[in-house]
């Protein structure tokens, strides 16, 4: 089973931005869809944004247009860049296929000061 690590969470003012990485402990080639998800204090985890292993990109409406998802098959690694970040858009951040298997990780912490 691939384990999943997320970084780059942190702190940011209103407007910031931030990239958001996920680094497989194995191959992430044979895996057809990954996806970001966050988790908000007292809300259900929803999906974010999604890639297919062709690229293929969909993303929640909250957030069409200011983040970006890719993935670099070769470094099994999964990104995401947040631009225009909003203070709704704090939450803990995770990466997992989609749809979701096996166990999450400890997630990133991302912050966004109004």
């Known amino acids: 089973q691939v384990q999943l690590v997320e970084s780059g969470g942190g702190l940011v003012q209103a407007g910031g931005s931030l990239r958001l990485s996920c680094a497989a402990s194995?191959?992430?080639?044979?895996?057809?869809?990954m996806g970001w998800y966050r988790q908000a204090p007292g809300k259900q985890r929803q999906l974010v944004a999604r890639i297919t292993s062709g690229g293929s990109t969909t993303y929640a409406d909250s957030v069409k247009g200011r983040f970006t998802i890719s993935r670099d098959n070769a470094k099994n690694t999964v990104y995401l860049q947040m631009n225009s970040l909003k203070s709704e858009d704090t939450a803990v951040y995770y990466c997992?296929?989609?749809?979701?298997?096996?166990?999450w990780g400890q997630g990133t912490q991302v912050t966004v000061s109004s």
């Open positions: 997992n296929a989609f749809p979701p298997s096996g166990s």
């Open positions: 194995g191959s992430i080639v044979s895996i057809s869809a």
